[in-house]
T-cell receptor, first 114, second 116 residues
């Protein structure tokens, strides 16, 4: 595997379910991010991890719970979601040292909440 | 904080014609600028970036962009588009000189549709 991978690619869940999204980066980066992409809205930054520590939480509801067990893996745990949480969830990674500031994105998980 | 405005939500253009996608940013500090492309059912892919140096930057797939500090713009151009360029294009900005994780602020995107 190369780059940033995300599983599953598609997920349909009911409002009472609990599920998790997984992201893995194979680039040796030290920062990871979760974004939410909804139709006709800018990308919304949800969480930022640097060296496995959460450095930003952009007022995300507690029904979204991130976890970063090591620098290569990032999870987003989901429970009691709402229909408006249906969106494409994108994971990204970066290496902010050494002059590299761009983020590398995974293909996303298309989440539908019914 | 930084912000980005992409003035055109949709840009239709005929195949082999030139195209310009507009991006303006707002920031009180020095910035780095990026253009990303998103094809259907995929994540975002970096097209090009401006960190410093020459204001004209060249990227993948024949795209280029020019950083204009006085006009706070970073417009994306391609002299001749192909059908395969049909996609969503995002401009992004971040504060320069950060260490650790850096937040990218994205525009709302421009849908480029290339017409045969």
């Amino acid at each position: 595997e190369t780059g940033v991978t995300q599983t599953p690619r598609h997920l349909v869940m009911g409002m009472t379910n609990k599920k998790s999204l997984k992201c893995e980066q194979h680039l040796g980066h030290n920062a990871m991010y979760w974004y939410k992409q909804s139709a006709k809205k800018p990308l919304e930054l949800m969480f930022v991890y640097s060296l496995e520590e959460r450095v930003e939480n952009n007022s995300v509801p507690s029904r979204f719970s991130p976890e970063c067990p090591n620098s290569s893996h990032l999870f987003l745990h989901l429970h009691t979601l709402q229909p408006e949480d249906s969106a494409l969830y994108l994971c990204a990674s970066s290496q902010a040292w050494q002059g590299m500031y761009e983020q590398y994105f995974g293909p996303g998980t298309r989440l539908t909440v019914t | 904080a930084q912000s980005v405005t992409q003035l055109d939500s949709q840009v239709p253009v005929f195949e082999e014609a030139p195209v310009e996608l507009r991006c303006n940013y707002s920031s009180s500090v020095s910035v780095y600028l990026f253009w990303y492309v998103q094809y259907p059912n995929q994540g975002l892919q970096l097209l090009l970036k401006y960190l410093s140096g020459s204001t004209l930057v060249k990227g993948i797939n024949g795209f280029e962009a020019e950083f204009n500090k006085s006009q706070t713009s970073f417009h994306l151009r391609k002299p001749s588009v192909h059908i395969s360029d049909t996609a969503e294009y995002f401009c992004a900005v971040t504060r320069s000189g950060q260490t650790g994780a850096n937040n990218l602020f994205f525009g709302t995107g421009t849908r480029l549709t290339v017409i045969p």
